[in-house]
């Protein structure tokens, strides 16, 4: 997503949920959508949120997870939002 769009999705996406608003209170930015360690199809490579979360703390970020949603604001239950914040 470029600026613009990203902006508009996380203001979409904040506005029912109090985790995310606190996250961005907080000065965290969403980095991706990742699939749920249990939602994660056998034989099919994909990133985990669990991957994304050690990769991050690596890299020296904190992370945090929150519920995923969709274009329209809907929650996606096999993905988690994946946040970060420079320590």
Same mark, same amino acid.
């Given at each position: ?6 902006? /508009?999705y996380?203001?979409?996406? =904040?506005?029912p +949920? ?5 996250? !961005?209170? $907080?000065?965290?930015?969403? #980095? ?7 939602? /994660?199809?056998?034989g099919?490579? =994909?990133?985990? +949120? ?5 990769? !991050?703390? $690596?890299?020296?970020?904190? #992370?945090?997870v ?14 988690s ?7």
């Amino acid at each position: 997503m470029a600026g613009h769009e990203e902006d /508009a999705y996380v203001a979409l996406i =904040a506005a029912p +949920d109090l985790t995310i608003r606190a996250l !961005l209170d $907080q000065g965290f930015a969403v #980095v991706t959508n990742a699939l749920k360690a249990s939602a /994660a199809p056998p034989g099919i490579k =994909a990133k985990t +949120d669990q991957e994304h979360m050690r990769r !991050l703390r $690596q890299e020296g970020y904190q #992370v945090d997870v929150s519920p995923a949603y969709d274009e329209q604001g809907q929650p996606h239950p096999t993905l988690s939002a994946m946040w970060r914040k420079k320590r």
